[in-house]
């Protein structure tokens, strides 16, 4: 008994002391907020002052202080992150991550994105640049100290790499890649094309519908002629498919909003804004939520850690903003024809010329050392010849991308739009934002409201842009770009409010895209129409952020109704009969509808495009839109072809049969999924988001548990899901932010799941559950010199 006891005792011990050693590992990296830090490179006393959520307000005597101290206080949080992103700018992952990440360093040494970054940081003024360089070295001030670095450097046995202004610049612009919408749907419906056909491609590539709102109201502009080509191409293998090649994509932009209401229609008499960027959640965070002051500078909001200033959504007290995706087409495919005598050249309707061609020597740690890998790179006149690291692309494909035309000066023009006082000081900042393409909302304190979208606009010779193109004819040649003052823009609207979701601007005289997005500006108008006359509060503006309620489900649940007529299906179907059509986490019906949804585009389509571009290209949720846009204006031709299954010669099938086989198919699929009790279904049993670490495969403590959430793809209060894994979501509103123009301190703004990226601070996730309710935290953004964790930082 005396030795079991004492063995017993050991085990406690050693237990006890392999915790402690657990928690010093991880907690000892974790930052103090208060006392004194010496900074060699600062020239005057800086005071960071952090909230009890983690936001740090930085306050500056002047503006090189100020961004020096924005650098050094977001590396403290988040310098592995940060590393991650510089490492992707570079197309340097592998020396960190191994063979996982070669093929994102293969696209992106093929793209170019450095090298990019050089360029345009030279096309910047010497004050944007002195403003950079300060949050740059603010950066390696961080990494140069004695502070212990986040664990993951230890665990992966590496070092931080120190920061030059370029990075900087090329974090902005693989953002602004990222939201290019092309990227993937061009070589989708190319592949559509292939095995489906001109009239099922034509019919799916995407074109704004008519009875949709716009933003002014206005009529849509006309789409030129789109043009149908085919290309020698591989064929779709899981090597080749979409799957191989979306590594290559750093960030995705599925969905955003604003909403914007004038004094004239708000109970304070003052402007309403509220925003919120959808986009694909990170752990920690993809934006950080600061307050800067200093100089000219007094703003908060939201900012890209790697980018000085505030970024996607912030205010500075007279005027406050937000951003959506502006989802305009700047980047096409050109097929070029390699010179059959010389295949170092390739064919132009003036000759030929030669392929420029540039060898990357790509760096990978392989478990015993770090192996070189070299990638040779050709380019043509229209770009860089991508089809060998996205081989879903026809053989000899170019990617033209508005960027290479236009050096991005995006940080510039963010920095100066930081500090606009008006709405015409605003839109002349927004003039320098020519590469990332946004809708930037706008409400000012002196009572004005508007909106402008920023970018490149490439004009097209001939075609819409959204198909690969012969690159040898010069026919479908870009002739220039559209100048900013056609860019659509609104000042002070009639109808006293505005609202983007991603949606067509109208009374454009230039055609943009096609890809806007529509359902949920329907569900705003109704909200609109529900509502009446009384003024708008910012607590009802809060509650139109999280609003649930789908249009897609007031359009086809009396259509299954009407269609489904089995009466083992009756309780499901009254089911849907009762529903409110609200996509929250209690009700036992969304399930249901999620999945007859999912499957009623599916089966619609898989006769035509095949299994592969379904699974892996159209059910994507970047890509979801685009069957939806089709189902949704068919909806009413019950006799439409495409419900037709081409596969069985003996009947012809409608609507109906559709219907009725899709909702047989999601009970099976829900009772697998929640029993066979429609009583227990719920929305947030299995509708979650996920906030995972870039190393949590491997070490899964990193991540977060899931947890429930509302919405779905087409509610304002997003909640996009994998329908490969229902319903694991996979992007939603991962920042948010409210204010009220009469009074900037009851402004409020959340970013989950927490501001700081060290496993065990207490602000790695204690957003998370707060954001999933609908919860924002105080913005603070008048009292912010009252909060009582300082932080000093002086002049070493």
Same mark, same amino acid.
């Given at each position: 008994?005396?030795?079991?006891?004492?063995?017993?005792?050991?085990?406690?011990?050693?237990?006890?002391?392999?915790?402690?050693?657990?928690?010093?590992f991880?907690?000892s990296?974790?930052p103090?907020?208060?006392?004194?830090?010496?900074l060699?490179g600062?020239?005057?006393?800086v005071?960071?002052?952090?909230d009890?959520?983690?936001?740090?307000?930085i306050?500056?005597?002047?503006?090189?202080?100020l961004?020096?101290?924005?650098?050094f206080v977001?590396?403290?949080?988040r310098?592995?992150q940060?590393?991650?992103?510089?490492?992707?700018g570079r197309?340097?992952?592998?020396?960190?991550?191994g063979?996982a990440?070669l093929? /994102?360093?293969?696209f992106?040494?093929?793209?170019?994105?450095?090298?990019?970054?050089?360029?345009s940081?030279?096309?910047?003024?010497?004050e944007?640049?002195?403003?950079?360089d300060?949050?740059?070295?603010g950066?390696n001030?961080?990494?140069?100290s004695?502070?212990?670095?986040?664990?993951?450097?230890?665990?992966?046995?590496a070092?931080?790499?120190?920061?030059?202004? $370029?990075?900087s610049?090329?974090a902005?612009?693989l953002?602004?890649?990222s939201?290019?919408?092309?990227?993937?749907?061009?070589?989708?419906l190319?592949?559509?094309?292939?095995?489906?056909g001109?009239?099922?491609a034509?019919?799916?590539?995407? /074109?704004y519908p008519?009875?949709?709102?716009?933003?002014?109201?206005?009529?849509?502009?006309?789409?030129p002629?789109?043009?149908?080509h085919?290309?020698?191409?591989?064929?779709?293998?899981?090597?080749?498919?979409?799957?191989?090649?979306?590594h290559a994509?750093?960030m995705?932009?599925s969905?955003?909003?604003?909403?914007i209401?004038?004094?004239?229609?708000t109970?304070?008499?003052a402007?309403?804004?509220?925003?919120?960027?959808?986009?694909?959640?990170?752990?920690?965070?993809?934006?950080?939520?600061?307050?800067l002051s200093?100089?000219r500078y007094?703003?908060?909001g939201?900012?890209?850690?790697?980018?000085?200033g505030i970024?996607?959504?912030?205010t500075?007290?007279?005027?406050?903003w937000s951003t959506?995706?502006?989802?305009?087409?700047?980047?096409d495919?050109f097929?070029?024809?390699?010179?059959p005598?010389?295949p170092?050249?390739?064919?132009?309707?003036?000759?030929?010329?030669? !392929?420029?061609?540039?060898?990357e020597v790509?760096?990978v740690?392989?478990g015993?050392?770090?192996?070189q890998?070299?990638?040779?790179?050709?380019?043509?006149?229209?770009?860089?010849?991508?089809?060998?690291?996205?081989?879903?692309?026809p %053989?000899?494909t170019?990617l033209?991308?508005?960027?290479?035309?236009?050096?991005g %000066?995006d940080i510039e023009?963010?920095?100066?739009?930081?500090?606009?006082?008006?709405?015409?000081a605003?839109?002349?900042?927004?003039?320098?934002?020519?590469?990332i393409?946004?809708?930037?909302?706008?409400a000012?304190?002196d009572g004005?409201?508007g909106?402008?979208?920023?970018?490149a606009?490439?004009?097209?010779?001939?075609?819409?842009?959204?198909?690969?193109v012969?690159?040898?004819?010069?026919?479908y040649?870009?002739?220039?770009y559209?100048?900013?003052? %056609?860019f659509?823009?609104?000042? /002070?609207?009639?109808a006293g409010?505005v609202?983007s979701?991603?949606?067509?601007p109208g009374?454009?005289?230039?055609?943009?895209?096609?890809?806007?997005?529509?359902?949920?500006?329907?569900?705003?108008?109704?909200?609109?129409?529900?509502?009446g006359?009384?003024?708008?509060?910012l607590?009802?503006?809060?509650?139109?952020?999280?609003?649930?309620?789908?249009?897609v489900?007031?359009?086809w649940?009396?259509?299954?109704?009407?269609?489904?007529?089995?009466?083992?299906?009756s309780d499901?179907v009254?089911?849907?009969?009762?529903w409110?059509?609200?996509m929250?986490r209690?009700?036992?019906?969304?399930?249901?509808?999620?999945?007859?949804?999912?499957?009623?585009?599916r089966?619609?389509?898989i006769?035509?495009?095949?299994a592969?571009l379904w699974?892996?290209?159209?059910?994507q949720?970047y890509?979801?839109y685009v069957?939806?846009?089709?189902l949704t204006?068919?909806?009413?031709?019950?006799?439409?072809?495409?419900?037709?299954d081409?596969? $069985?010669?003996?009947q012809v099938?409608?609507?109906?049969?559709?219907? %009725?086989?899709s909702?047989?198919?999601?009970?099976e699929r829900l009772?697998?999924?929640q029993g066979?009790?429609?009583?227990?279904?719920?929305?947030?049993?299995d509708?979650?988001?996920?906030f995972e670490?870039?190393?949590?495969d491997?070490?899964?403590?990193? /991540?977060?548990?899931?947890?429930?959430?509302d919405g779905d793809?087409f509610?304002?209060?997003?909640?996009f899901?994998?329908l490969a894994?229902?319903?694991?979501?996979?992007?939603g509103g991962?920042?948010r932010? $409210?204010v009220?123009?009469?009074?900037?301190?009851?402004?409020?703004?959340?970013?989950?799941?927490g501001?700081?990226?060290?496993?065990?601070?207490?602000?790695y996730?204690?957003l998370?559950?707060?954001w999933?309710d609908?919860g924002?935290v105080?913005?603070r !953004?008048?009292t912010?010199?009252?909060?009582?964790?300082?932080?000093?930082l002086?002049?070493?």
């Amino acid at each position: 008994m005396r030795i079991a006891g004492r063995v017993l005792i050991g085990v406690v011990v050693l237990a006890l002391v392999g915790v402690g050693a657990f928690e010093w590992f991880f907690r000892s990296a974790v930052p103090d907020y208060t006392g004194e830090v010496s900074l060699a490179g600062l020239g005057s006393e800086v005071e960071v002052r952090t909230d009890a959520h983690g936001v740090p307000h930085i306050f500056a005597d002047d503006e090189e202080d100020l961004f020096f101290a924005q650098g050094f206080v977001l590396a403290r949080e988040r310098l592995f992150q940060m590393e991650v992103t510089r490492l992707s700018g570079r197309g340097e992952l592998s020396t960190l991550f191994g063979d996982a990440t070669l093929g /994102n360093d293969r696209f992106l040494r093929t793209l170019g994105i450095h090298a990019l970054a050089e360029r345009s940081y030279q096309e910047m003024s010497p004050e944007a640049q002195g403003k950079i360089d300060a949050y740059v070295r603010g950066i390696n001030a961080y990494i140069d100290s004695a502070a212990p670095l986040p664990r993951e450097f230890t665990l992966l046995r590496a070092q931080p790499g120190r920061w030059e202004a $370029t990075d900087s610049v090329a974090a902005g612009l693989l953002m602004a890649f990222s939201l290019s919408r092309s990227f993937e749907i061009d070589l989708v419906l190319y592949r559509i094309l292939e095995q489906a056909g001109e009239e099922v491609a034509d019919l799916l590539a995407p /074109n704004y519908p008519e009875f949709a709102p716009t933003l002014t109201g206005g009529p849509l502009a006309q789409p030129p002629e789109r043009a149908f080509h085919r290309f020698p191409s591989d064929p779709l293998t899981e090597d080749t498919g979409l799957a191989a090649q979306r590594h290559a994509l750093p960030m995705d932009f599925s969905a955003s909003n604003w909403m914007i209401f004038s004094g004239d229609m708000t109970a304070s008499g003052a402007p309403l804004l509220a925003g919120s960027p959808d986009l694909e959640p990170t752990l920690p965070a993809l934006f950080s939520m600061v307050r800067l002051s200093g100089g000219r500078y007094d703003v908060a909001g939201g900012a890209l850690p790697g980018v000085p200033g505030i970024g996607p959504l912030g205010t500075n007290g007279d005027m406050a903003w937000s951003t959506v995706n502006g989802r305009w087409d700047d980047l096409d495919y050109f097929v070029e024809r390699p010179d059959p005598e010389d295949p170092s050249r390739y064919l132009t309707e003036d000759g030929t010329r030669d !392929f420029e061609v540039r060898e990357e020597v790509i760096e990978v740690a392989d478990g015993r050392g770090v192996r070189q890998e070299v990638l040779e790179v050709r380019s043509s006149r229209h770009g860089p010849i991508i089809s060998d690291v996205l081989p879903m692309a026809p %053989r000899n494909t170019a990617l033209r991308w508005a960027a290479f035309d236009n050096p991005g %000066r995006d940080i510039e023009g963010l920095l100066q739009m930081n500090r606009a006082r008006d709405f015409a000081a605003f839109r002349e900042a927004l003039r320098l934002v020519d590469t990332i393409n946004l809708g930037f909302g706008y409400a000012g304190a002196d009572g004005d409201i508007g909106w402008q979208f920023t970018g490149a606009a490439p004009v097209r010779a001939k075609g819409d842009g959204s198909l690969p193109v012969p690159g040898w004819t010069g026919e479908y040649a870009w002739t220039g770009y559209l100048p900013y003052e %056609r860019f659509p823009f609104d000042l /002070n609207p009639e109808a006293g409010y505005v609202a983007s979701f991603n949606n067509d601007p109208g009374t454009a005289d230039h055609y943009f895209t096609g890809f806007y997005l529509f359902q949920r500006a329907v569900r705003f108008e109704q909200l609109m129409e529900e509502r009446g006359s009384a003024p708008v509060t910012l607590e009802e503006l809060r509650g139109m952020q999280l609003d649930t309620r789908s249009p897609v489900a007031a359009t086809w649940v009396p259509l299954v109704v009407d269609a489904v007529d089995d009466d083992a299906l009756s309780d499901h179907v009254e089911l849907l009969s009762d529903w409110d059509h609200e996509m929250s986490r209690e009700r036992p019906a969304a399930p249901l509808f999620a999945l007859f949804y999912a499957k009623m585009l599916r089966n619609t389509l898989i006769d035509r495009i095949g299994a592969p571009l379904w699974e892996d290209g159209l059910s994507q949720s970047y890509l979801y839109y685009v069957p939806d846009l089709l189902l949704t204006t068919i909806a009413d031709d019950r006799a439409h072809p495409l419900f037709n299954d081409t596969r $069985t010669d003996a009947q012809v099938e409608d609507r109906d049969d559709v219907i %009725r086989r899709s909702f047989s198919e999601a009970v099976e699929r829900l009772e697998e999924l929640q029993g066979s009790d429609p009583d227990s279904w719920r929305w947030g049993r299995d509708h979650q988001m996920h906030f995972e670490h870039p190393m949590g495969d491997t070490i899964g403590l990193f /991540n977060l548990a899931p947890i429930p959430t509302d919405g779905d793809h087409f509610t304002i209060n997003s909640g996009f899901w994998r329908l490969a894994e229902p319903f694991r979501m996979d992007s939603g509103g991962v920042i948010r932010l $409210t204010v009220d123009l009469a009074e900037v301190e009851r402004s409020t703004i959340i970013s989950p799941p927490g501001q700081s990226g060290h496993y065990r601070s207490p602000h790695y996730d204690d957003l998370a559950q707060l954001w999933a309710d609908g919860g924002q935290v105080p913005l603070r !953004f008048t009292t912010g010199d009252q909060i009582e964790r300082l932080l000093l930082l002086t002049p070493g």
